[in-house]
């Protein structure tokens, strides 16, 4: 299941909420139980590979790291 960002139209608080794709509920709030929460637009997070040249793992095939 995605995990969405909501804030609170009422409080302001920010929450995430677990949900089945394609739901179109909007959860309550956690802090003042109000209905009254937007979607909000997330970013994601990823990990990069710091240094250069190829991976010391050997698990990449073309022998050089995307990452690096």
């Known amino acids: 299941m995605p995990l969405f ?3 609170c139209k009422k409080c302001g ?6 949900q089945a794709g394609g739901s ?3 959860p ?3 802090k ?3 209905a009254r929460t ?3 637009l997330s970013t994601f997070s990823a ?3 710091e240094g250069g040249g190829s991976c010391d793992t050997g698990s990449c095939s073309t022998g050089t ?3 690096g």
């Open 13 to 18: 608080h920010r929450f995430e909420e677990l």
């Open 32 to 34: 003042c139980a109000s």
């Open 65 to 67: 790291c995307p990452f």
């Open 5 to 7: 960002e909501y804030q």
């Open 47 to 49: 990990s990069v590979h």
């Open 28 to 30: 309550k709030c956690p």
């Open 24 to 26: 179109a509920k909007s």
């Open 38 to 40: 937007e979607r909000q």
